[in-house]
Structure formats: C-alpha cells, structure tokens
C-alpha cells in the first residue's frame, strides 16, 4: 500500500526523494512527527499471538492420538482403526474449543467459566464425532474400533487439555511483562473510555496520550484516574522508550479529524506492520464483544462489514436449522411437558401457559408462550422480577432455574415468530420505554428475536434501564455479527447457562 505521507507537502516546493525522509524506500521508511527527528517504527508483532494457538492445537492433536493409541492397544489391540478415529474428533472439539476461546493467549482459561465450557465443547465435539466416524468414515466397513475406547479417549482429552492450558495460563502470566493500553484521547471520548474499561474491569494498564496540548499533566476523569502522560506528537517516542514491547494495542479515542493526517499514516503504518490500532468500535469488538452506544450513528446498518443480508444463504439455513431443532424439541420434550403441566396445575390456579405480546423482527407484534412461573395476573404488578420474587411460585423457581419455562416458545419459533438464538423478545411495554430513552434501541429489531442469544449468555439479568443498556450493547454486536459460528459459540454458552441454573 503507498505511503499517502509521501505525496503531502511538508514545507515549501515539491519533495526530494533523495533527501526527503517521508519517501525512502519501503524498508528504511520513517515518519517525521512535528519538528522531532523522525523516528522508525519498531517491530511489535507479538509472534505469541499466534503460535500460541498453533502450539495448543498441536499438543490437542498429540494428545488425542496418544491417547486413543495407548487404550486401542491394551484394550482393543486385535481390531483395526484408521485415520478418521485420530484426525475427525480433535478437529471437531478443536473448532468448539476456538469457539468459547480455548485458543486465545488472552483468555482466561483458568476461569471456572472457561473449565465448564471446556468440558461442554469436547462433549458436544465428541459426540458429533463420534456421529461423523460412525455414519460416515466407517460406514459399511467390516472391521471398526470400539465405542468404549472412543469414550474414554475423549475422557482423558478433556482432562489432560484443561489440565495444560490452566498450566500455561498461569506459567505465561508470571513469564510475560506487565502490557497494557496506550490510548491516544481527547477529553470527552478520553474520559468515556476510561469509565467504560472501569465498569469492564479491564485489567491491562492505561496509558493516556492526549490530542490537545492543554490536557497534559491532568487526570482523564476526575481524582485517582490516570492523567495525560503526554501530547499526540511525542506518540513514536513514547512507543520506543523501552525496548522490551510494553503495549498490547494503540486505542484511538478521538475524533479522526482532530489528529495532523501525519499521525494517522504513522497509526496505519505501526498498525499493518507492528501493533494493532483499533478505534472504540473495533476495540469493542475485539476485546468486549459488543457494541458502544455513544459511537453509534442511524446510518450504522448501513455500513459495510455486516454479515446480516436479507434473503442470504446464511438466514435460509439458519431458518432450516430452527425449524428443525425446534421441530425436534417439541417432540422430545413432550413428555416432560405434560409433566410440567400437571406441576402448575396442582400448585396454583390459573392458566398453564403464560401469553404476552412481545415486539418481533421489524417491530411486528406476536404473542410469546411460556409456561406460568408466576401467580397469575402478577406481572402486572412490575415490569422486573427480582432475585428472590414473591410473585414466583415453587414450580416456577424450578422451572426458570432449568429455563424449562421457555420449552412453550418451540411453538414461536416454529410459526417464525423467533428464532432459537437472538435477541430477547421483550414486551411491548418494556419497548416503548427503553425507544424513549435508550439510543438506537430500534436496531434489535432488524433479526428475530431469540429463545437465547450473545446478550443472554454474557450479560446476568437485568432488571434496569441501565442493564438494558448493557444488554442492547451485546445484542447489537450479534447483529453485526451474524454468523452460524457465533451461533455455536452461543449454543455452547447456553448450555453452561442451563447446567449451572445462571440468571432468572
């Protein structure tokens, strides 16, 4: 890509090549900031990033063939197995495993969180594994491995792969210099930044680099936060003061308009050649997985780099994958429903299934079905249940905690009211409060909404304007996101939600 600082006048008559720093030859191209000599970028690429993921999905691989290896000789020694039994299963635990963040150097795989996704995800890998090897790599043939040897591998897989990356985890956080932000700021954005990585619980180090020349020396927000280290022309001095590599990623918090256009090729060039620089948008993204409010404009669905298409190849499978799951769930939920209903019914009087009219896609109304939780004609009385509400009945408790409450809205989905991941269906009243007060709250009705979805599984219950603001955030990052693998990731999540009765 060509240098655009080349072709900008930087004094008096037309540059010279020969002596002018700005268009030297690629490899020995630096970049004048201000009246300061010009200064090189270094190298930042943290190779870590990288051959992390590399090295883990190797000792996976490794240690899924060890050990189906080892239990096939002493248990299964006189039977045959082939490549499908060594190469299917890791692939497809892998691919899960990259979806709850099994492969990212940052992740905290040492999380309870992590572990119980872990053990879902090889699982689940498991078993269409299994699925794949059996009804497809072996089918027909006369001579297979034993299903107990498959089981058990797995078994030991999902143990001995927790077990190295929690050793890893721990080994590499003592190994590895204290990183952090440098965020290039200017007074508003600055100080939203900085709130929002507080209310986060951002644990990287923030270093503030300021736009304007009066906000050196003074905090970001108010006493105890950070203050402006130093002004936006001291930027490639201050990323060269060590020589160890200290930052984790360049966040620009700052209109690109109050920035010299000599700044901005220096950001794009330590960004394609060294350090990640992301704005709010793509820092929310990358790092929080959802969306910030106050960067957002009304022309933000129309901007490139959505996934979301009408009449794509994408929703009509996702459309088919709903109508089949939940086609399924009906049918192999239906004992338990009838159970359900007679547990409702001896507890308290009044109608089994509970209706309300909630806002689907493009802000069409249909009425949503759930088993009754609650006493009946209660929901009246507030628009929020609390943690431990005396509306709820002892049925229902159980009901919300196993989220069984929500088997009912199969039906939905069946009728395209829903869709099994998505955006909360929320009642209309609940709606037309939040429209009044929460910006862009109208852009969650461009999808379906969804029994599950990214807000549900990483945000706890909210029961406030505020937690729905936090919420919206995530349910506009899945829009933009639109994916079937961000629908794995979501499936997974939901069931760690379910097995650990999470949320209300």
């Not at 540059?15 to 700005?22: A, G, K, S």
């Not at 409450?405 to 955006?423: A, H, K, Y």
Request: charged share 20%; with cysteine.
């Amino acid at each position: 890509m060509p240098d655009i600082s080349s072709r900008m006048p930087m004094g008096t008559g037309d540059p010279d090549p020969e002596t002018d720093p700005v268009i030297r030859s690629e490899e020995q191209a630096v970049v004048p900031i201000g009246g300061e000599t010009p200064i090189r970028p270094g190298k930042f690429i943290p190779v870590i990033h990288w051959l992390y993921p590399l090295i883990l999905f190797a000792a996976d691989l490794a240690t899924w063939v060890v050990s189906y290896t080892v239990l096939a000789l002493v248990f299964d020694k006189y039977q045959n197995y082939g490549a499908s039994e060594l190469l299917l299963p890791p692939l497809v635990i892998g691919f899960l495993l990259s979806l709850v963040g099994g492969y990212k150097y940052l992740g905290d795989t040492a999380a309870l969180r992590y572990a119980a996704e872990h053990f879902i995800a090889c699982i689940v890998g498991l078993t269409v594994g299994l699925v794949l090897v059996y009804l497809f790599a072996t089918y027909g043939a006369s001579v297979y491995s034993s299903r107990g040897i498959f089981l058990f591998s797995g078994i030991i897989f999902s143990v001995v792969s927790l077990a190295y990356r929690r050793f890893l985890w721990f080994a590499l956080g003592r190994l590895r210099p204290k990183r952090g932000l440098l965020v290039l700021a200017d007074k508003f954005q600055g100080r939203q930044f900085y709130r929002a990585c507080m209310s986060q619980g951002q644990s990287l180090e923030l270093e503030f680099i300021a736009t304007e020349p009066e906000l050196v020396g003074k905090p970001v927000d108010g006493r105890g936060s950070p203050l402006f280290e130093a002004f936006v022309d001291d930027l490639p001095r201050r990323l060269h003061a060590h020589p160890e590599n200290i930052h984790e990623a360049i966040v620009v918090a700052a209109k690109d308009s109050s920035l010299d256009p000599r700044i901005l090729s220096f950001l794009a060039s330590v960004h394609f050649q060294d350090l990640p620089v992301y704005s709010i948008l793509t820092f929310y993204e990358t790092y929080w997985e959802k969306m910030p409010l106050h960067m957002l404009t009304p022309t933000w669905p129309l901007q490139a780099g959505f996934h979301l298409v009408k009449h794509s190849a994408f929703a009509a499978a996702k459309r088919f994958f709903d109508i089949v799951v939940s086609g399924l769930g009906v049918v192999l939920s239906a004992p338990l429903m009838l159970v359900i209903v007679a547990l409702i019914r001896l507890e308290s009087p009044g109608p089994v299934i509970f209706r309300q009219t909630r806002v689907g896609q493009h802000r069409r109304l249909f009425t949503l079905l759930k088993f009754r939780t609650m006493r009946a004609g209660s929901e009246e009385l507030g628009i929020y249940t609390e943690k431990k509400d005396s509306r709820i009945t002892r049925v229902g408790r159980l009901l919300r905690a196993m989220r069984f409450d929500e088997l009912p809205q199969f039906f939905n989905v069946l009728r395209g009211d829903m869709s099994l991941i998505g955006p909360r269906a929320e009642w209309i009243k609940c709606v037309e409060q939040y429209e009044e007060i929460i910006p862009h709250y109208h852009f969650r009705h461009l999808v379906r909404p969804g029994i599950t979805g990214w807000a549900q599984v990483n945000y706890p219950y909210g029961a406030s304007t505020e937690d729905a603001i936090e919420k919206l955030m995530y349910d506009l990052y899945y829009i933009r996101n639109f994916s079937l693998t961000l629908d794995a990731s979501v499936t997974l999540k939901t069931i760690h939600t379910m097995i650990f009765g999470k949320g209300q």
